[in-house]
């Protein structure tokens, strides 16, 4: 059974750093792609970061059942399309969810056998510092996230595995060891 990694945890945390060092530690883990309404931010490309959808047709899509699982985040719809998943299984390649807090629940309930991880930040100020270093949000937008922040961190018990996000390379090497485990 090809295996599915779920990695979690609040914006900002380095989820999209540390799974880049993942994939260079364990090239054989491919990242699902997942669909957004949200806008691309500069640099961004449609196919490849995200599948960017307008909410008529994220919404024609959740009714078809094309997703895996789905959930609004600050104003946002984001979701795993199944054939992301599916296509890669098919082919025997572990693949890799980069979700958040409810979205990893709805895998957890529908595919027990997923492996969850969830990423935690050092210090909850982290947080800040990290998305207000990324440049990529205005404030408003990084306030909305830090306060879905606070309660995604009161569900890191919920989850079998905890990453630190402290230093890149010692994460991403921690992160490579229960990646690896799994595989074998
Ligand atoms: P997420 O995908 O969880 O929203 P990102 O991977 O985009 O987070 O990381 C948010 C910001 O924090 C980026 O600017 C990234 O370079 C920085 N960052 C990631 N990991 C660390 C770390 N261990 N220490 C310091 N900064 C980090
Ligand atoms: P961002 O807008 O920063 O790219 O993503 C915002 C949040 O949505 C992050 O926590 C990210 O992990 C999460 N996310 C990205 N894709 C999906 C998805 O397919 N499903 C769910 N539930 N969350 C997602």
């Keep these: 059974m090809p295996a599915v990694f779920v990695i979690t945890g609040p914006s900002g945390v380095g989820k999209g750093t540390l799974i880049r060092a993942l994939r260079d530690l364990v090239p054989e883990v491919e990242l699902s792609t997942s669909a957004t309404t949200r806008s691309a931010r500069a640099g961004e490309v449609d196919g490849v970061d995200y599948h ?12 078809r059942g094309d997703f895996l699982e789905h959930a609004t985040y600050s104003g946002n719809r ?29 895998i957890r309930a529908t595919m027990p056998e997923a492996v969850q991880i969830f990423i935690a930040p050092p210090d909850p100020a982290d947080l800040r510092r990290r998305l207000e270093g990324r ?42 060891e229960i990646v690896r485990g799994e595989l074998t």
Excluded at 54 to 60: K, P, S
Excluded at 91 to 105: F, H, T
Excluded at 155 to 167: G, K
């Design 78 to 106: 984001y979701g795993t399309l199944r054939t992301e998943v599916e296509e890669r299984n098919a082919r025997g390649a572990p693949v890799v969810l980069e979700i958040e807090v409810q979205g990893a629940r709805q």
């Design 135 to 176: 440049g990529t949000d205005d404030r408003e937008t990084i306030e909305a996230r830090l306060a879905v922040a606070e309660e995604e961190l009161g569900a890191r018990s919920e989850f079998p595995h905890t990453v630190v996000n402290d230093d890149v390379a010692r994460a991403a090497a921690e992160l490579a």
């Design 52 to 63: 960017f959808l307008d909410r008529e047709e994220f919404d024609r899509r959740v009714t």
